[in-house]
């Protein structure tokens, strides 16, 4: 209940659900399920990262390039734009390379 609490002060009042996110997320990741884990990564970012400011998820994103490159994700590009929201905690430059990278794909 504590963590639940501290998810309310950073979000300002709204419980983040990146919790819950975050275990689902490494356990797809740990058991190489590209598919859940990259669908995790691009909508908890979306949603949390967007809505209550939170950007954890968005590093996740960052976390699956690698691997969704080399198998040619579907998600791929998905990926890029979710990455690429780190501009909003001022990594400007990694935000133009995932952003470049994103159109080429």
Known sequence: MGQLRDNERRTGGSPSSWPICATAFRWAAD???????????????????????????STRAEDLLEPAMANGHRRLAQLYTMAAVCY????????????????SH
């Open 88 to 103: 909003m905690t001022g990594r400007i430059q990694d935000f133009l390379n995932y952003a470049d990278a994103g159109q």
């Open 31 to 57: 058991h190489d399920d590209l598919d859940t884990a990259a669908a995790i990564a691009v909508y908890a970012t979306f949603l949390l990262g967007y809505r209550v400011q939170e950007y954890e998820a």
